[in-house]
């Protein structure tokens, strides 16, 4: 594996408060996330923040896998290059039962994955998700579209 991070600590090193792991913009490809889902600390994280990075449906591929997610329920994914593919992997997430928001705004998303989002079986607890902007939906009785401007 060629990544910047010759560590998993390089990658947590001041993006770690709390509960709360800030990893916006930090360019990460799957592979480099990689070293994310192998680290025990992510047990503890219930914020993760993954916007402005790369990683494309592989990388949501990987992050479904890890077992160590299952207290995530805030993820932001904005700007990581997931098309539809991507959301309906995410759409079969077992370990991301406590995700209550999803930020997907700034990928080439046009709609199969949504749908996939909202027929999820296994993730129960997501109450609001993102799209692109001004377009928020929340779980009420059935889903809702509601625009925000």
Not at 8 to 34: C, D, H, P, W, Y
Not at 38 to 58: F, I, Q, T
Not at 87 to 106: M, P, Q, V, Y
Request: charged fraction near 25%; hydrophobic fraction near 35%; glycine fraction near 10%.
């Amino acid at each position: 594996m060629s990544t910047r991070f010759e560590n998993v600590e390089m990658i947590f090193e001041g993006s770690l408060r709390g509960n709360q792991l800030m990893l916006s913009g930090k360019s990460l490809t799957a592979e480099e996330a990689r070293l994310l889902w192998e680290a025990p600390r992510m047990k503890e994280v219930s914020w993760l923040d993954l916007a402005d990075n790369n990683l494309g449906d592989e990388g949501i591929q990987d992050l479904i896998n890890c077992p160590l997610l299952e207290n995530i329920q805030y993820l932001n994914l904005n700007n990581n290059g997931i098309s539809d593919r991507g959301l309906e992997i995410l759409a079969t997430g077992k370990f991301l039962g406590k995700l209550k928001r999803l930020h997907l705004k700034g990928n080439p998303i046009e709609g199969k994955g949504v749908v996939a989002l909202f027929e999820s079986e296994t993730l129960d607890g997501l109450s609001t998700f993102q799209i692109n902007d001004g377009w928020t939906c929340k779980k009420r009785e059935g889903w809702r579209y509601k625009p925000q401007g």
